[in-house]
């Protein structure tokens, strides 16, 4: 069974930092692409990140560029989400996804941690 | 970025009721499209991939159809277990982005 579980959310002050975690089991992780999909409250969805098998493709929506950092441990099942110069706009619920095989949409998801960005 | 609308925003309907989403992209996307439903406090689940086919253990009340800029979700008989928020997805180029959201409700 495809397992994600993500951690590091928190209330952070703005232009602070913090680090999502994201624990992948039930399926061989260094063979898909992750993503990072966030949803602030009572919002939609918004994509934020993906990366590819190796690490060596990433993308970002303009928004985090820059401030926010995706990478990934094969090693230790792990994706992770770098979060630097924090907003109150990046308040949210992220939300870490597995990419389906061929075209990478998020075909599974954890239930998502929550990044709370006020003074 | 391609702009993702979604019609209705919200809607009414009851237990066996036929239910109709449109998604429409501000440009051609093929059929690299996607739809998620999402129940309140959970994690989006993933409904159909390339517009119209079903990802595996969803019920086959749910179909989606369309290419290029026009989609349509349709739930043919709705359960009670169906009453959420559906949003639709594209994977055609980055950045991805997703449809608003709309709501089903009794």
């Known amino acids: 069974e495809v397992q994600l579980v993500e951690s590091g959310g928190d209330l952070v002050q703005p232009g602070g930092s913090l680090r999502l975690s994201c624990a992948a089991s039930?399926?061989?992780?260094?063979?898909?692409?992750m993503s990072w999909v966030r949803q602030a409250p009572g919002k939609g969805l918004e994509w934020v990140a993906n990366?590819?098998?190796?690490?060596?493709?990433?993308y970002y929506v303009d928004s985090v560029k820059g401030r926010l950092t995706i990478s990934r441990d094969n090693a230790k099942n792990s994706l992770y989400l770098q979060m630097n110069s924090l907003r109150a706009e990046d308040t949210a619920v992220y939300y870490c996804?597995?990419?389906?095989?061929?075209?990478?949409?998020?075909?599974?998801w954890g239930q998502g941690t929550l990044v709370t960005v006020s003074s | 970025a391609i702009r993702m609308t979604q019609s209705p925003s919200s809607l009414s309907a009851s237990t066996g009721d036929r239910v109709t989403i449109t998604c429409r992209a501000s440009q051609g996307i093929s059929s690299y499209l996607a739809w998620y439903q999402q129940k309140p406090g959970k994690a989006p689940n993933l409904l159909i991939y390339a517009a119209s086919t079903l990802q595996s253990g969803v019920p086959s009340r749910f179909s989606g159809s369309g290419s290029g800029t026009d989609f349509t979700l349709t739930i043919s008989c709705l359960q009670s277990e169906d009453f959420a928020t559906y949003y639709c997805q594209q994977y055609y180029s980055y950045p991805w982005t997703f449809g608003q959201g709309s709501t089903v409700e009794i």
């Open positions: 990366i590819n098998q190796h690490g060596s493709d990433i």
């Open positions: 996804a597995r990419g389906s095989s061929g075209w990478n949409f998020p075909d599974y």
């Open positions: 039930g399926f061989t992780f260094s063979s898909y692409w």
